[in-house]
C-alpha cells in the first residue's frame, strides 16, 4: 500500500483533523504569478478563431441530450484534424483570458476584486480558488506549421512562447511508449502542473486541487473538441522523468500530468503516419521560470504525492485493470422517482464556456430548478467522466465508468426534497434519504460563500479511491482527482448552457456525506459537492469582455 492510500485517508479526515501545517498562513503579498514568466523570449502570437454555431455542447458530450429519449450515443466521430486556429481556439476558449468580471457576490475576495492587479479575468475552464497552475506545452515536430520546437502557451498573451527550437518531438513519442489510442503525429501538448502557484495558497491540499485542474482543463477540451469533430485523447502514464528533463523542470517542483497527442492536418509532409527521425539525447529546455514570489515554500505532503505518483508512471494499466475500482450499480430497492428527458443544449460551446462563471451566493430558492435542467446536469456529469485515451475510462470496450453521482435535492420541480441516487443506465434516481436536506448541507461547509439550502440541488460525485489505487497503483490518485475535475467542468458547462447558476467546493465535511449517503460498504468517497440553481434576478454585475 503506497502512500497515495495515507493522502486520500487524510484528505477525507482534514474537515476533523487538519492536515498539517496547520498554522499555515498564505503571505498573499508574495503569492506567485498565475503563469509562468518567461523573460526575454520569442513569442508566437496565435491566430483569432471563429467557432461554428453547429458546434454544439450536445455535440460536445456525444449527443447526452437525447438521455430519456433514444439513450444517446458513444460520442461524436473525431474524424476531423487539428490546425493551428483550431488550436488556438481551442486554448483561448479553456485557459486563455476572456474578460474581467466585477459581480456582487459572497466570495471572500470581492472587496480586493475592483483593483487591476487582482482582478478577476474569466475562463471557460475552472480552477480551485482561480489559481489555474496547469502549464501548457506545444512540442511541435517537422510537420506542423511553424518551426519545431517547444512553446510554452501564455495565457495572458494568447501567444505561444518559444522554449527551444528544433524537432524534439521524438521525445515525447519514446516517452509514451507503447501508447496506441492517440493518433499517429509529431504534435504534442504536454500538461505540467507548477505546485507553487496553488500551494502557496492550499499547502499541503494542493496535490489534491491541482489533480481536479487537469482533469477540468482536459474536459473542457474534449467538450470543445468533439463538438468539432475534433479528438483528444490525454495519456496519464508515460516516461515522466523524462519529460521533466526536456521541459528543463524540477520534479519537485513541477510535475508532467498529460500528454495529449494531437491528429493534425495539412503541413509539411502527410500526418498520417508519425515520422521515424532520430530520438535527440540530453536536450532540454533552458529558459527558466522566473518566479515572483521572495519566498517559496515546499511542502511535505505534496513533495511525497509528487514522488509517488510518478515513481511508476511508465507502467500504463493493462486493459480492463480497473474494472475491480467500477462504480458500483445503483441499489434497486431503493424507492423509483423517475427523471424527465434532459433538456436539449443546443448552444455552441464557445458561447457556454464564456459564460460560465461560479454562483457565489447568488442562488434564489424561489425559482425552483425544473426537471429537465436537474436531468442535464446529471447526464453531463457522468458523460464527463469518461476521460478516455489511456485512462480505462472511456465508452470503448472496457471502458470503466468509476464515479458515481448523487443529489440533494432542495428545490425542484416534480421532486420531493431528500437526498437520492443517480442511475445513469436507467436515466432515474433512487431515494436514498427523504427529507429536506438544507440544514445538513449547510451545517457541514466551512465556508460562508454559498447558501447551500438556497440552491435547487447539490450533485455529489463519488469515487472508490482505495480500490483504484489497488488496481492501478499511486499514479492513479491523479486519475481519480482527474476523473472529478472533468466532472465539475462538465457540471459547470451544462448549467451555463441551461442559465442556471453554479459552484463547486471542496470545503466540505466528507466523512459527514459518506455517513448521510451510507456509503461505507461501497467504499465510494465524495470528493467535491457542485450546486446549482437559479440565481437572484438583476445582479449588480461587470463585465468586460477582451476576447
Request: proline content about 8%; glycine content about 12%.
Amino acid at each position: 500500500m503506497g502512500y497515495a492510500h495515507d493522502y486520500a485517508a487524510a484528505i477525507m479526515q482534514r474537515g476533523r483533523v487538519p492536515m498539517p501545517p496547520a498554522d499555515y498562513v498564505p503571505n498573499w503579498s508574495d503569492g506567485p504569478r498565475k503563469a509562468k514568466y518567461y523573460p526575454g523570449v520569442d513569442s508566437l502570437p496565435l491566430p483569432a478563431a471563429g467557432y461554428p454555431a453547429e458546434a454544439s455542447l450536445d455535440r460536445g458530450f456525444g449527443g447526452f441530450g437525447d438521455f430519456g429519449a433514444s439513450g444517446g450515443d458513444n460520442g461524436p466521430t473525431a474524424e476531423g484534424a487539428f490546425d493551428l486556429t483550431s488550436l488556438s481556439g481551442m486554448l483561448l476558449d479553456s485557459y486563455g483570458l476572456t474578460g474581467r468580471r466585477l459581480g456582487v457576490q459572497a466570495n471572500t475576495d470581492l472587496s480586493a476584486l475592483p483593483f487591476y492587479p487582482l482582478a478577476n479575468w474569466s475562463r471557460g475552464s475552472a480552477s480551485g480558488g482561480g489559481l489555474y497552475p496547469v502549464s501548457v506545452y506545444w512540442v511541435s515536430g517537422p510537420r506542423g506549421p511553424v518551426t519545431p520546437g517547444v512553446h510554452y502557451y501564455s495565457t495572458r498573451h494568447h501567444t505561444m512562447q518559444r522554449l527551444l527550437t528544433g524537432d524534439v518531438s521524438g521525445q515525447v513519442r519514446a516517452s509514451l511508449g507503447g501508447y496506441a489510442a492517440g493518433p499517429p503525429t509529431d504534435q504534442y501538448l504536454v500538461l505540467g502542473i507548477k505546485y507553487w502557484q496553488n500551494s502557496f495558497k492550499y499547502n499541503s491540499f494542493s496535490f489534491h486541487a491541482v489533480s481536479m485542474d487537469l482533469g477540468a482543463a482536459v474536459q473542457t477540451w474534449r467538450m470543445w473538441a468533439g463538438a468539432r469533430g475534433l479528438a483528444v485523447e490525454p495519456a496519464m502514464w508515460f516516461d515522466e522523468a523524462r519529460l521533466q528533463k526536456l521541459l528543463g523542470v524540477r520534479g519537485d517542483e513541477e510535475g508532467v500530468f498529460a500528454v495529449i497527442p494531437l491528429k493534425w492536418a495539412g503541413g509539411r509532409g502527410s500526418p498520417a503516419a508519425a515520422p521515424a527521425g532520430p530520438v535527440p539525447a540530453n536536450v532540454s529546455v533552458r529558459r527558466r521560470d522566473v518566479e515572483r514570489s521572495r519566498e517559496v515554500f515546499t511542502f511535505d505532503a505534496l513533495l511525497k504525492m509528487q514522488a509517488a505518483t510518478s515513481a511508476h508512471a511508465t507502467e500504463r494499466p493493462a486493459p480492463g485493470a480497473l474494472a475491480p475500482a467500477a462504480a458500483p450499480p445503483a441499489d434497486p430497492e431503493l424507492p423509483l422517482a423517475p427523471l424527465p428527458a434532459a433538456r436539449p443544449m443546443p448552444a455552441d460551446v464557445r458561447t457556454v464556456l464564456r459564460r460560465r462563471r461560479s454562483s457565489f451566493g447568488r442562488f434564489d430558492a424561489s425559482r425552483p430548478v425544473t426537471g429537465g435542467q436537474l436531468a442535464a446536469c446529471l447526464a453531463a456529469s457522468v458523460a464527463g467522466s469518461r476521460l478516455g485515451g489511456d485512462t480505462g475510462t472511456g465508452t470503448e470496450d472496457g471502458g470503466v465508468r468509476l464515479t458515481n453521482l448523487y443529489a440533494f435535492v432542495n428545490h425542484v420541480e416534480g421532486l420531493e426534497p431528500g437526498a437520492y441516487a443517480y442511475d445513469p443506465d436507467a436515466h432515474e434516481l433512487r431515494l436514498v434519504k427523504a427529507g429536506r436536506p438544507g440544514e445538513f448541507l449547510q451545517r457541514n461547509y466551512f465556508l460562508s460563500n454559498y447558501n447551500l439550502e438556497q440552491a435547487g440541488a447539490v450533485l455529489v460525485p463519488t469515487i472508490r479511491t482505495s480500490a483504484v489505487l489497488d488496481a492501478v497503483g499511486d499514479r492513479g490518485y491523479r486519475l481519480v482527482n482527474a476523473t472529478i475535475g472533468a466532472v465539475a467542468q462538465s457540471a459547470y458547462t451544462a448549467c451555463s448552457a441551461l442559465e442556471l447558476g453554479c459552484g463547486v467546493a471542496l470545503g466540505f465535511d466528507n466523512v459527514s456525506y459518506i455517513e448521510e449517503l451510507g456509503l461505507d460498504a461501497t467504499g465510494e468517497a465524495p470528493l467535491l459537492i457542485m450546486m446549482i440553481g437559479n440565481e437572484r434576478p438583476a445582479p449588480a454585475d461587470f463585465r468586460y469582455e477582451i476576447a
